[in-house]
Every structure is written in structure tokens, then in C-alpha cells.
């Protein structure tokens, strides 16, 4: 399998009034084709400037460096603006957050969806148009064609995110990008919402850069995982690896707060992550994670602590070898 | 969005009906109108046979209802200065005025519309300072004073263009400018703010990511949903520049009903006055109606309510 997307040392930096802040540093991942990979993190930990950053959506301010985002071989730090419009939309999709606000309110779901094809292929409004209606009927709306004259307040919240689902699937794109596509939404519409993607990216052969902080479903529908903290990826690899065999003290940390169907025994007790994610204005000398890790030790303040790949899909960001720090956790666990 | 019109000309029908008693009562307010009428030097006996004529001597209420069935009915009364009918008067001062003022707006919308896009989309650039400065000069000048430095500069210094009267729409060139100029900043400033608001507004990122060309984006995405309060404001104002042109119609010696206003209520010209209020405030009414049915057509989410 090839790299679809090949994302090298990408970094984000917003110059704010009380110093530079380094919300994204020296990020690596790669998304081959029809793959997906989840990029989980708490609040904060730059996972969705990173997905902005790939679609160079970054608000104004923010300055994008890295030694390269490589699209299907292109260079897409390298594309003007008018390069990267023809991509976007296109060949690489977005799904946000906030389905609520995310669509036009003065235009008609119809309007909305026809015009992205419009813009990238040769096709006519009815054909547009019965693309349209095709997607629609596919994220589960029913009425499609009634539903192509109605504006976005007329539907609710899950109803928009699979309207922005089937829009972003309407010229066919090889890669989609799905930031926390979910959070806004209810609790019953979550898991559905996050399935139906799943479904269609293997229906439609696509690769998914899934950002969420739902272990549950990353467990469900990722191949592989990118574990990110503080801005940066503290741990890659299959999604089989990381959930047996958690390498950085942070994953495992996660994996013990959020119960997973068949992997967290009943009765036992949830855990969480004493402490707070540490401010990035200026730079962080050491482990990013080290105040909050239960591991931690002298050699973790002083030394640059970089990210060791173990092979071509597992890597990880910790002094400790992975023996080292699971030994010292299971020690832990027969001390509680 | 039968319902919502339905609401609105209600409402408007409300209003109008209010202002009609507030102009009749006013200039009843105002004193007492048979002496008025009859002038400094007039006898008590004078003044009874003015009250007699006029129907002054009957209560309030019957008197605005004569002149309420008389106005439906197209018949305002006869002023007291001219030998005409107030209705005549009108309809040969209006036109003028309604160009003046259409001129205006059309000036107003044509600088401050793009004068605030642009200034959105390099906010605190030199192109911002610049349209904000023009802005706080047409707030801040005195409307008579930039009358005359147009005049001045424009009508004896380049001899481009006529200063006085209203014989061809060249002679209305300079009062628009300097009747709209005044609307301009408030105008620029809602849309440069509801622009800045847009551009940063979630659906706007949506339409990045769609990949669509900058101008779709500025012009469909963005100037819709930012235009939607700018003509709410801009209705008021037009209402505005009908109602306001008093001083621009003077300085320029345009025969409108601004114009007349001023002359028949130095006059005591109450008929005239009582015309030209009702008249002005059911412009408005209308003006105010067509901008809310004009956002209602460009919001979808202003019909249903």
C-alpha cells in the first residue's frame, strides 16, 4: 500500500500577545489509500489545528511550516491558493465539528450541495442534482428530494452532519477529513453518525482521518491510531497495538478513563489523568507529559525526548522502553 | 410567508393609523389655529367665522374623523397659501423629492456597500482607516456645510455642475451626494461589521473547504448573510432622506415636500403640514414594510415567524 497522505515534521505556530504559541510541533503521520486513522487526544492537544493545517484552513494569524504534506505525491505546502482550491472540496473533503453552524443559512441544502460539484466537475445542475439525491438517500435521509429545497433550519442537528456527509462526498474524494464530526451532537446520534462514516469510507474506498476522543469507536472503525498530547504525536500504530499494548504512560492513561466493550472488565474502577494539559506559549523543555506521568524521573526534564519508531507503523515518544514502563505499570496496579 | 405578510401589513396598517392622529393632534397642539389663521390684527368676530369655515368649532374626534374621510378619499384640504389643493402641491413637489432622495440612497449604497466589504476583508489595513475616515467626516460635517463646500468646489470652482434648482437630474447630483453622504458611514460600518462577523463564521470555513473560488465565496456565501441588517437600515434610512431633505432642498432651492414643509410651517400653513407629516410617515411605513419583506426573501429563517 501507498502513502495517500504523507504528513512530515508539520508544525503550527500562533504569535499571541503573551509569546509564540506552538500548538502543533513536528507532526508525522501517514493516511494510505482507503485507510482510515484516528487522531485522539484531549481538548487542546493541536489535533484539530492539524487537521486544518492539512486543508490550509488555518485561521489567518497562524503560521504552517514542516518539511512537507505530501498528497498523493504533491507537496501541499508547496500549492498556491488556487492549486489547493481545486483539491479541496475535490479530492480531499472536510467534516466539522459544529454541523449547526457549519452549513449557509440563506441557501437551500440542494443549492449548497450542487454547487461544490458544479465548481470541480463538467456536469450539469441535474446531474448534480441527482447526485445529490443519490448521496442523500445513501447518509440515510429519506424525502431526498424534498429535503434539496429546504434550508438548513429546517433540520436538525444529525440530519445537517449527514447533509455535510453527503456534500463532502459529492465529487468522489479520495481522502476526508472528520474533525470530531460528532461532539455537537447528541448522544443517541453519536455512535450512528461515526458508523455511517465508517460504511461509506469502505463503500466508497476512501481514506478517513477520523479526529475524535472517542476510544469506543476508534476501537470500531480505525485501522490505525495516532495518539496526540500537547501538540504532538506521542504514539502511532495499528489500532490491534495501541489498544493490547499501549507504549507511552499518557495512552495508557487513556485507555483506563473510557470503558471499552470487551476490554474493560465489569467492576473495576475508571480511571483518569490527575493534572492539566501545560500551556504551550513558548517552548517546553523535556517530556511534554512529564508532570502528569507516573513514571516520570530526572533524565525526563533535561533531555529532548523524540519520537522512536519500533517499526514502519509503531512509533512512540518516551525514554522509558516499552518493557520499562509496562513493567513499572503493572507494579502500580498490584500496589492499588 | 403568506402569514408573515399578512403580520406585517397588519402592523404597518397599525402604525399608520397612529401617526395620522399624533400629525392631526400636534398641530392642534400647537394652539389655536382659527387665531393663527386669522392673523395679529383680526377681530374676535374674524376669528369665529375662521373656526366656522374650517370646522374648528367641532369636537376633536369629529374633526379628525372629517379630515380622515376626506384624506382616503384623496381630498387634503386646500392650503392656505397657495391657491391650490394640498393634494395638487404634492403630487408637483413629490417627484422631486422622491429623486433627490432615490438618488441619494442609490449614493449612499454605492460607496458605503463595497467601502465596508473592502474594509472587512483588510481590517485595520490603510484601505479600513481610510473608509473609516471618510466615514466619521460624513457623520461629523454639518450637512448644510458640505452643501456648500459642494456647491463651492464643484458648481463655481469646476462649473461641472448646476448648484440650483430642479429642471434636469444634473441639477440633482450635488444635493444626492450631499443627502446620502450623511447615511453612508452608519451603512459602511454595519456592513464592514457584519461582513467581519461572516467572513469569520463557521459556514464561510465550510465554503473554503468546498474548494470555491474567493469572489463565490465573498459575494454568494459571505454578502448575503452579511447585507441582511444593511437593509433594514438602509429602508430607515431612505425613509430618513425623504423626511430629512429639508435642509438639503433649501440649500439647493429644490421644489420638494421638504421643502414645502419648511415654507408652510413658517406659513402657519396647517393643511399643507398635516399632508406633508401623514405623507412622509406613510413612506416610511412602506419603506420599513419592503425592507422586512426583502429579508424575509433573502433569510429563509425570517419566514416563519
Known amino acids: ?336 | 410567508m403568506l402569514n408573515f405578510m399578512t403580520k406585517r401589513l397588519f402592523v404597518a396598517a397599525l402604525v399608520a393609523f397612529t401617526v395620522s392622529v399624533i400629525a392631526f393632534s400636534l398641530l392642534r397642539l400647537s394652539g389655536d389655529l382659527a387665531t393663527m389663521i386669522a392673523g395679529e390684527d383680526a377681530s374676535a368676530q374674524d376669528i369665529e367665522i375662521i373656526r366656522e369655515q374650517y370646522g374648528l368649532n367641532k369636537p376633536y374626534h369629529l374633526q379628525y374623523l372629517d379630515w380622515l374621510g376626506d384624506g382616503v378619499q384623496g381630498d387634503l384640504g386646500e392650503s392656505m397659501f397657495y391657491p391650490e389643493e394640498v393634494t395638487a402641491l404634492i403630487k408637483d413637489r413629490l417627484p422631486n423629492t422622491l429623486t433627490l432622495a432615490g438618488l441619494g440612497v442609490l449614493f449612499a449604497m454605492g460607496l458605503a456597500i463595497p467601502m465596508g466589504v473592502i474594509a472587512a476583508l483588510r481590517p485595520d489595513s490603510w484601505v479600513d482607516r481610510t473608509a473609516l475616515t471618510i466615514a466619521v467626516l460624513g457623520q461629523a460635517l454639518p450637512g448644510f456645510w458640505f452643501a456648500l463646500m459642494l456647491m463651492f468646489v464643484f458648481g463655481l470652482f469646476l462649473r461641472w455642475l448646476p448648484i440650483s434648482g430642479n429642471e434636469t437630474l444634473a441639477h440633482f447630483i450635488l444635493p444626492a451626494i450631499s443627502l446620502g453622504y450623511y447615511s453612508t458611514p452608519a451603512v459602511m460600518r454595519l456592513t464592514r461589521t457584519g461582513m467581519l462577523e461572516v467572513l469569520n463564521s463557521d459556514y464561510i470555513r465550510t465554503a473554503h473547504a468546498k474548494g470555491l473560488p474567493t469572489f463565490v465565496i465573498l459575494f454568494k456565501h459571505a454578502l448575503r448573510n452579511a447585507i441582511i441588517p444593511v437593509v433594514a437600515l438602509s429602508s430607515v434610512q431612505f425613509g430618513n432622506m425623504l423626511g430629512g431633505s429639508v435642509v438639503t432642498e433649501t440649500v439647493f432651492q429644490i421644489q420638494g415636500i421638504g421643502h414645502l414643509a419648511w415654507e408652510s410651517i413658517s406659513r402657519n400653513d396647517f393643511p399643507v403640514v398635516q399632508a406633508v407629516l401623514l405623507l412622509v410617515a406613510c413612506f416610511y411605513i412602506v419603506l420599513v414594510l419592503l425592507g422586512d419583506l426583502l429579508n424575509a426573501w433573502l433569510d429563509p429563517r425570517l419566514r416563519v415567524t
Do not use: W
Open chain 1, 1 to 336: 500500500m501507498s502513502a495517500l497522505l504523507e504528513v512530515k515534521n508539520l508544525s503550527v505556530d500562533i504569535p499571541l500577545a503573551a509569546g509564540m504559541l506552538h500548538p502543533v510541533q513536528k507532526v508525522n503521520f501517514h493516511v494510505d489509500k482507503g485507510e482510515t486513522l484516528c487522531i485522539v487526544g484531549e481538548s487542546g492537544c493541536g489535533k484539530s489545528l492539524t487537521s486544518l493545517a492539512l486543508m490550509n484552513l488555518l485561521p489567518k494569524k497562524a503560521i504552517r511550516a514542516g518539511d512537507g504534506i505530501l498528497f498523493d505525491g504533491d507537496d501541499l505546502l508547496k500549492a498556491s491558493h488556487r492549486e489547493m482550491a481545486s483539491l479541496r472540496g475535490n479530492r480531499m473533503g472536510m467534516i466539522f465539528q459544529e454541523p449547526m453552524t457549519s452549513l449557509n443559512p440563506s441557501f437551500t441544502i440542494g443549492n449548497q450541495m450542487e454547487e461544490i460539484m458544479l465548481q470541480h466537475r463538467k456536469v450539469s445542475r441535474q446531474e448534480a442534482r441527482d447526485r445529490a439525491v443519490y448521496l442523500l438517500e445513501k447518509v440515510g435521509i429519506t424525502g431526498a428530494h424534498r429535503r434539496l429545497g429546504q434550508y438548513p433550519h429546517q433540520l436538525s442537528g444529525g440530519l445537517r452532519q449527514r447533509v455535510m456527509i453527503a456534500m463532502t462526498l459529492m465529487c468522489g474524494p479520495d481522502l476526508i477529513i472528520a474533525d470530531e464530526p460528532t461532539t455537537a451532537l447528541d448522544v443517541t446520534i453519536q455512535a450512528q453518525i461515526l458508523l455511517l462514516l465508517a460504511e461509506l469510507q469502505r463503500e466508497f474506498d476512501m481514506a478517513l482521518i477520523l479526529i475524535t476522543h472517542d476510544l469506543g469507536i476508534v476501537a470500531r472503525v480505525a485501522d490505525r491510531v495516532a495518539v496526540m498530547y500537547a501538540g504532538q504525536v506521542v504514539e502511532q500504530g495499528t489500532v490491534e497495538q495501541v489498544f493490547e499494548q499501549p507504549l507511552h504512560p499518557y495512552t495508557r492513561g487513556l485507555l483506563t478513563c473510557i470503558p471499552i466493550p470487551g476490554k474493560t472488565k465489569r467492576g473495576t474502577h475508571l480511571g483518569s489523568i490527575p493534572g492539566m494539559v501545560p500551556s504551550m506559549i513558548g517552548g517546553i523543555q523535556g517530556c511534554h507529559f512529564r508532570d502528569r506521568c507516573p513514571h516520570a524521573f530526572s533524565d525526563c526534564l533535561s533531555n529532548s525526548v523524540e519520537l522512536r519508531s519500533i517499526d514502519e507503523q509503531r512509533a512512540y515518544r518516551c525514554l522509558l522502553s516499552p518493557e520499562e514502563s509496562a513493567r513499572q505499570a503493572a507494579a502500580m496496579e498490584a500496589a492499588q
